[in-house]
């Protein structure tokens, strides 16, 4: 390490030998390079862990208080289990093919342990006038779309805490101006169980069609609406309960559309903060198709729009049509009210089902509506009267897109629909008295147990 | 001068055949008659009693256990009746060897004052004979023997007139017969050392006065005090025997009222001294201090009887002795003296690495250029002497330094105050935390662990404490130093390399751009604003352990050693921030040695060679005991591998290890690719081509080292975690720097003995620019600011009032569950104020309790009051699901009895209280032993280590 010997001397040196020095200044550094190049290190991304699932335990319902009419609350096991179901206190049995009821007027929490937990549904209906409802599990964020708070189309917003510890629920008032501030709405505790009913009219008086989100910030809730339509003088108040829908969708296809004259309105709600377009179509059992003279419905950010559908659903319902599609250019949540026949009914977007599931439904003549189907396949369906007594057992082809209507008979209180081969929409439109629609959904048999490990502080 | 006196001469004599002679010849050729000589000899062995005989006729012989007060007794008692014999007594040691007009100067100055009756001459070394030894002492308030001289200050009349003083050296004493017998004599107390200081301090209180007579001189060899002679009252502990006489003269003479002082003084003196007679290695003296201390301070009745004779005797007020004792601020002038010594030694140690070679290359072939050069290097020594203001204004890089270092100071604002954030977590709050986390073997945090602290917890806590116990300082300090210090310990380094390249270094502009580009490495490479405190301070201390390991090429075995613990040390303070660096320094110490043992085959055989680096790197578990022993016993060996700092730590790819950046973070990276780009041209001058392929092969070793290291994912309870490779990607940096500014100075060097050749100015000139962008660009965005993750007001999203509550003990723990039940769950249980700085690797560390595990996951699916029940037996207080909370858990937890909601600020975090009572000894673990023992071991093994690479003062080590 001392100074380079004089150039002379270099000259020969190299001239005699090639400079080691020379060779190691090149394959040193290239070495060191390459190593290092290939020493980098990423961070190591931790897998999703999906939950694992295990047979539920234990299921709690909520049934929302009768109508009139409708005081009977019914229960059945999806999963063709017995045993006793607990509501509010008092034991019915269900069985396989079984149907246990119990008349209860206020809201009842409906509880199934064990056996009788997996797949375990609840519903209450009435005849004179024709209501329905199932009675839904606690969900944390509920949509219903086309509610009011005026004198002539108002609902009651009924929350029922089905578990012991308190709960409260905030709601979201959407308008078609935008949000409505509504601070009653916020907050709102329900002690354990215990329900709350909220008078909109009362509450948050306005005109227009509402639409709610109602979530659930402490303890599980399960929320519903009555929804009643007063038309001031010409005829008797009438009241039905409005189907809600767990999330805002772009495409959703709203079944169980009643024929017949009376005044329909849609309402399509947007959640979002960008303007949305929305296009209706009308669903028939093979096509879709978009009305001639509807134009795209525009929603403003966070509010609500009103498209009235009289003439159009009138006109397709009579040639065969049974319900409608909404795509819009972003997420938004729906519901159709139609006034027909002196009764109002209340259609609402309609989940995919599946699997095999069970449904209530009341006495009446009644179709189950199927559409858009995943692909070729078919729906097998079972119906039983209140005995547990097989009256018809049939299947319907479908094709992909598409779907399909099966009429079944008056007495039929219980039906099995088991989808093969596809998924598919579907609901039971009821009709006497007036008509109700019964939407079909997917049983919950499983809970899920989220996988769980030690995370960093 | 009237005329002559009567004179006995007494001389005291003990083994002294090699001088008697001469004092023999001293004495009788005294210019003034001496009317009787009385010898007395101490057992001696080797004939001097018989030398003695011959020329004086007559000895008295006694024991060779007789002290020498009793010695000089017996050679009174020789002299017969005190009012018939001589009037003087000329006390002479068979070391001392008086100039032939000693006694005539002596009793011309007895004449010329009459009231004299202690008089002393002038001590000269013997043999050397010009050098000063006393001219006259004094004590002071630490008990030093003050000669008022300065070490080996020659002898050129500047001290020569008569003065009174405290006292005089027995050697050469001429006292007054009737003084000396009013006196009482030496006092038997003191058998070899401190009987003259003693005795004329008597003397001053008795009323006597003491002169020295620079006329005259007595040649003394100190054959006692230098360990020359022994004797067995001194036995092998000269220094012993020192200093208890210096105790003894204190504490005998001291004023009563100033007493108790006194006592205390010297007793908290003594642990003073020993401490620094530690540090340099010097055992035996520390012991001997003590052992004196005791000796002294076990016989109060001795002194009580000593200062009750003084006392009888005592004429003069203190006030007229004081004048003669040594000024109360000397002992802190000598301590600020020894401080300087020590500063100047530790700071010469490896700086003269260079030079010491040269000098050792010289000496072993005076022919060399090696010895032409450190001859022309002498003359040049006595340079321009011009004012320290001056030199600085007129020096440019000296002010880009302050500039830099100023500049760096304002791109550090930020880490002011207290901060966290990115990889660093708050401090703790007070440094007691910090030193129960350190001296802890079981730790009461998440689910409770035995996994030990992290080692940089110990320097973290010294630290803190040094800046009054205040962590959140010691954060901010290391992140604000950390610039500075790596600057200078660079510019340190790169200039020891560049003269041990060649004797002119490397200029300073190379230095200067080498060093300031080093010092922003943590800075540019992102780890400074993520407040990667392991990396940082790395980066700080890594080239004061390279200049540190340039030690190993010393010429000298024992510097060779000093250097290995120093390294070791050093290794071990970057390993307990980098604990990456352990296993690099061992490969790199290990091919080196392979290399030079291949290349000098001798060096295989010779311990002293290798036996440095190994022992610095072998020194290091040993040092980081308590940290690495643990953590392997409780399978948290993957710590050794990992950086400080919360997980998961930086990582980077194989270009951005390569431009010295983390991922996604840093200066711009094109500025990074500068400097590997520089130190490949740094190959193209053959002047230094071979330093630098020792840098290239060092990088080499590196690089292969962090292939192997990249390999490697470690897979950790909570998270999966490549191993570190930031302090390869440091050393790729470092090493990159240094073969730059070497590859620099042999292109200058080459230039300035043959010119720039025209052809490669231009290149040159590009890369040279290009490389003055990287510390630009890289200051430039440091100052500018705002590239940092660093916060002060962490907002850990748990609610206040459960972090009051769980302060109040360990069982108030927090679970917190993040993530959704659709990919998965993570939990984790905070205590106390939360997770502090040192904590996140012994959580991170733990091992999985799998039946906590089992019992969260219960909860939060399906729970039953034996999992609230659970949650309270292992200590939790709360649960939190923070912001965002997944509904379907919160559901669940609000569904659940005994959990009882609790609030939150943040709508969507959700809280619950846990309804049952808390287990107190939720999170208790057992102490382990091993542990305990461990530290005891790193506490020794640090103190050692300290003494072993102090620098030494000790002139016989350090020659």
Known sequence: MTDAPAPARRRTATRRRPDVTVLLAVLLPAAALALLLASGTEPVGRADRPPSTTPLTRTLLGCPASLPGADEVRVASGVGASGPVDLNGEQVDVAPGRVGTLAVGGSVVVRGDDAVAPGLVAGRSGTSPLVATDCPAPVGEEWFTGVGADARHSSVLELVNANAGPAVADVLVLDEDGVVDAPVLRGVLVPGGESRRLALAELIPRDGELALKVTTTRGRLTAAVEDTEDRLGSAVPTTDWLGGQPAPETTSTLLGVPGGNGPRTLVVANPGDDELRAQVRIVTADSVFAPEGLDEVRVAPRATARVQLSAELRAAVADGAYGLQVTASGPVTAGLRSVVSGDVVRSAPVERLTGATVALVPEGRKQLQLADSSGVGSVRVVARDASGEEVAREEVPLTPGAGGTLDLPRRAVLLEVVPDRASVRAAVLVTGDGAAVVRLRDLVTDGRVPEVAPGLP | ?959
């Open chain 2, 1 to 959: 001068m009237s005329g002559p006196r009567s004179v006995a001469v007494l001389l005291v004599s003990h083994d002294g055949a090699r001088w008697l002679p001469a004092v023999v010849d001293g004495i009788r050729s005294q210019t003034v008659p001496v009317q009787q000589v009385v010898a007395v000899d101490t057992g001696s062995k080797d004939g001097s009693d018989e030398l003695l005989e011959q020329a004086f006729g007559s000895v008295r012989r006694v024991g060779g256990a007789t002290s020498y007060p009793e010695a000089v007794r017996t050679g009174l008692d020789a002299l017969g009746p005190a009012d018939a014999g001589p009037e003087w007594v000329w006390l002479l040691h068979d070391d001392s060897n008086p100039d032939p007009t000693c006694l005539q100067a002596l009793l011309a100055a007895a004449d010329d004052d009459p009231g004299a009756d202690l008089l002393g001459p002038k001590l000269r070394e013997w043999p050397s004979l010009r050098r000063l030894l006393e001219l006259g002492v004094t004590i002071s308030g630490t008990g030093r023997r003050e000669t008022g001289l300065e070490r080996g200050e020659y002898d050129q009349g500047q001290h020569d007139e008569v003065r009174t003083v405290l006292a005089v050296n027995t050697a050469g004493l001429l006292v007054r017969r009737s003084a000396l017998k009013a006196l009482g004599g030496l006092d038997p107390h003191l058998p070899i050392f401190g009987n003259d200081l003693d005795l004329g301090w008597r003397a001053a209180q008795a009323g006597h006065r003491t002169l020295v007579v620079p006329q005259a001189v007595v040649f003394h060899a100190e054959a006692a005090h230098r360990g020359i002679r022994r004797t067995p009252l001194t036995g092998r502990h000269t220094h012993y025997q020192e200093r208890r006489a210096a105790l003894w003269t204190l504490l005998a003479n001291a004023p009563g009222r100033a007493l108790p002082f006194q006592v205390v003084r010297l007793a908290l003196g003594t642990v003073l001294r020993m401490v620094g007679f530690l540090l340099v290695r010097s055992v035996g003296q520390a012991l001997d201090e003590l052992a004196a201390l005791v000796s002294v301070y076990s016989h109060p009745g001795d002194l009580r009887a000593a200062r009750r004779a003084r006392r009888s005797g005592q004429v003069a007020d203190h006030d007229e002795v004081r004048r003669l004792l040594a000024p109360w601020w000397l002992p802190y002038r000598h301590g600020l003296d020894f401080l300087g010594d020590l500063l100047a030694a530790a700071t010469d140690q490896a700086a003269d690495v260079a030079e010491r070679r040269r000098a050792a290359q010289a000496e072993a072939d005076p022919s060399s250029f090696a010895a032409r050069r450190v001859a022309v290097e002498d003359e040049d020594a006595l340079g321009v002497d011009s004012g320290l203001v001056a030199r600085f204004f007129t020096n440019p890089v000296a002010l880009l330094l302050t500039v830099f270092v100023a500049v760096g100071l304002i791109g550090s604002r930020v880490a002011l105050g207290d901060v966290s954030g990115g990889g660093l977590s708050p401090a703790p709050d007070t440094v007691g935390h910090w030193w129960r986390l350190h001296l802890e073997s079981w730790h009461e945090l998440g689910a409770g662990t035995a996994v030990p602290a992290p080692a940089y917890v110990l320097p973290m806590a010294l630290l803190a404490t040094l800046l009054l116990g205040s962590p959140g300082t010691a954060v901010s300090a290391v992140l604000v130093l950390a610039v500075p210090v790596g600057l200078w310990g660079a510019w340190r380094l790169l200039r020891v390399a560049g003269r041990l390249v060649s004797p002119q270094g490397a200029p300073r502009w190379v230095v200067l751009w080498g060093a300031t580009t080093y010092a922003l490495v943590p800075v540019a490479s992102g780890a400074w604003g993520d407040g990667r405190i392991g990396f940082v301070v790395a980066a700080a201390l890594l080239p004061w352990l390279a200049h540190a390991a340039l030690g190993f090429a010393d010429p000298d075995a024992d510097r060779r050693w000093r250097a290995a613990w120093r390294s070791g040390l050093l290794l071990a303070l970057v390993s307990a921030f980098a604990p990456v660096a352990w296993l690099l320094a061992a490969v790199i110490g290990l091919v080196v040695v392979a290399i030079a043992g291949a290349v000098v085959r001798s060096a295989v055989r010779d311990r002293s060679v290798w036996g440095p680096p190994a022992a610095a790197v072998g020194i290091v578990p040993v040092l980081l005991a308590p940290w690495w022993v643990p953590a392997l016993v409780e399978h948290a060996g993957a710590g050794l591998l990992l950086d400080a700092g919360r997980l998961p730590g930086l990582t980077a790819t194989g270009l951005e290890l390569l431009g010295g950046r983390f991922d996604g973070l840093g200066a711009p990276a094109w500025v990074g690719l500068v400097l590997p780009v520089v130190a490949l041209a740094a190959l193209l001058p053959r002047a230094t081509r071979i330093p630098v392929l020792v840098c290239w092969v060092v990088a080499l070793v590196t690089a292969a080292t962090a292939a192997a290291l990249a390999l490697l994912t470690l897979d950790l309870a909570a998270v999966s975690v490549p191993a570190a490779t930031s302090f390869p990607l440091l050393v790729v940096q470092g090493v990159l720097v240094v073969a730059a500014t070497l590859g620099a100075q042999g292109l200058v060097a080459g230039a300035r003995r043959a010119g720039w050749p025209t052809a490669i100015r231009p290149v040159v000139a590009l890369v040279a620019a290009a490389a003055a962008v990287v510390p630009l660009v890289g200051l430039g965005w440091f100052a500018a600011g705002g590239h940092d993750s660093l916060d002060d007001d962490p907002d850990s999203g748990i609610p206040a009032y459960m972090v009051q509550s769980a302060m109040t003990g360990p069982e108030h723990g927090i679970l917190v569950v993040r993530g959704d039940v659709a990919t998965g769950l993570d939990y984790s249980i905070r205590r106390g104020s939360g997770v502090s700085l040192g904590e996140d690797e012994v959580l991170a560390l733990s091992p999985e309790d799998e039946e906590l595990t089992r019992l969260v996951r219960d909860l939060v699916s399906r729970p039953t009051g034996a999992e609230v029940a659970g949650l309270a037996e292992h200590g939790i207080e709360y649960v939190v699901l923070p912001s965002p909370a997944d509904r379907e858990v919160a559901g669940t937890l609000d569904a659940t009895a005994g959990l009882v909601q609790a609030s939150a600020e943040d709508r969507a975090t959700r809280a619950w209280q846990v309804d049952r009572p808390l287990d107190p000894d939720a999170v208790a673990g057992p102490r382990s032993w091993l542990r305990v023992g461990l530290l005891v071991v790193q506490a020794l093994a640090v103190l050692v280590v300290l003494v072993l690479c102090a620098p030494t003062t000790d002139r016989r080590r350090s020659r």
